[in-house]
């Protein structure tokens, strides 16, 4: 049965992005809305704060949210990276953009919905019920080389060649203990046991394919970053490298000023910073979170807060 949610790294985030009465916040995936809860009563009357998400048991949620919320509410059932279009496009620039990736808890632990290695269940996997693609499309009609390509790319399994042709063997399968068996059969015995459950990365990857949550990460934080006024905060929160990497890589790239090539005596690109870090590293739970909540172990929290427009074409 669903457990009640227990928003990650809450206190840190509402620390980081600093929200003020009267400010504008969007929350890129609303998911249970423990971190909305604790930005919205900083916001306060006067304050709105937008929430994003495509699960629609998540707009169920919402509903009883904004009932309650202390300040404006909306809410927009799409994936974050086309709601952020979406407002961008209604000329919407936030002092703060916040996003808690990868699945929620609520998610998981609704056991038909497939996101578990842990409960047998149809394959679903969808974090948007209503779109096309599931998990069993993924695993029984997708071509091997490509299932392999999926659990190797997504899931940084070293196995993924043996599970995709054992999955492409055994199909069609319709659980996730059929799916889960498939996987171990894939795997060398001494890799089955030790390092965690042997299915762990090969269910993530399939859940990343499904729901396109890379390519969707990739277009909003450009979309993101751009709305943002000066003085304006960009907060992430990843539970998996692929998804930590790409939030680093964007915000680092930000903080960057000069781009000359080293040999160059003075600067030329005229390139200034456009990002502060605010997380010079990642900020991780503490062990007492990590107590209450097991699962926010893996957490990573960065953050950035805009200091110029780079208008500067780089070198």
Not at 32 to 46: D, K, V, W
Not at 69 to 79: K, L, N, Q, S, Y
Request: aromatic share 6%; proline share 7%.
């Amino acid at each position: 049965m669903p457990t009640e949610h227990q928003p990650v790294l809450a206190t840190e985030l509402t620390e980081l992005l600093a929200p003020q009465p009267g400010q504008t916040a969007v929350d890129c995936t609303f998911g249970g809305g423990g971190h909305a809860r604790r930005i919205a009563a900083e916001l306060g009357p006067g304050g709105t704060l937008i929430c994003i998400d495509r699960d629609p048991a998540a707009e169920a949620r919402y509903e009883a949210f904004a009932a309650e919320a202390p300040c404006e509410t909306r809410f927009i059932a799409a994936d974050f990276a086309a709601g952020l279009r979406t407002l961008r496009g209604e000329g919407i620039h936030p002092e703060m953009v916040y996003m808690d990736l990868g699945m929620s808890s609520m998610q998981v632990d609704a056991w038909e919905r497939g996101f578990s290695y842990s409960y047998d269940a149809p394959l679903d996997m969808r974090m948007d019920t209503r779109q096309q693609l599931s998990a069993a499309d993924v695993v029984n009609e997708w071509p091997e080389s490509r299932l392999a390509q999926v659990l190797r790319r997504f899931g940084e399994e070293r196995y993924a060649g043996g599970i995709a042709r054992e999955i492409s063997r055994r199909r069609p399968l319709a659980t996730t203990s059929e799916l889960v068996d498939a996987i171990k059969a894939g795997m060398p015995a001494s890799a089955r046991f030790g390092g965690g459950h042997p299915a762990k990365k090969s269910f993530q990857a399939i859940r990343i394919a499904v729901n396109g949550e890379l390519d969707s990460l990739d277009d909003a934080l450009p979309t993101a970053w751009g709305m943002l006024p000066l003085g304006g905060r960009l907060g992430t929160i990843a539970f998996h490298s692929l998804e930590d990497r790409r939030a680093k890589r964007f915000l680092a790239e930000r903080a960057r000023g000069c781009v000359c090539p080293p040999e160059l005596p003075v600067c030329v690109c005229g390139r200034e910073p456009e990002a502060e870090l605010l997380t010079r590293r990642a900020v991780a739970p503490g062990p007492d979170e990590i107590a209450a909540n097991p699962r926010s172990r893996s957490a990573h929290l960065r953050a950035a807060v805009k200091v110029s427009e780079n208008l500067a074409v780089e070198a």
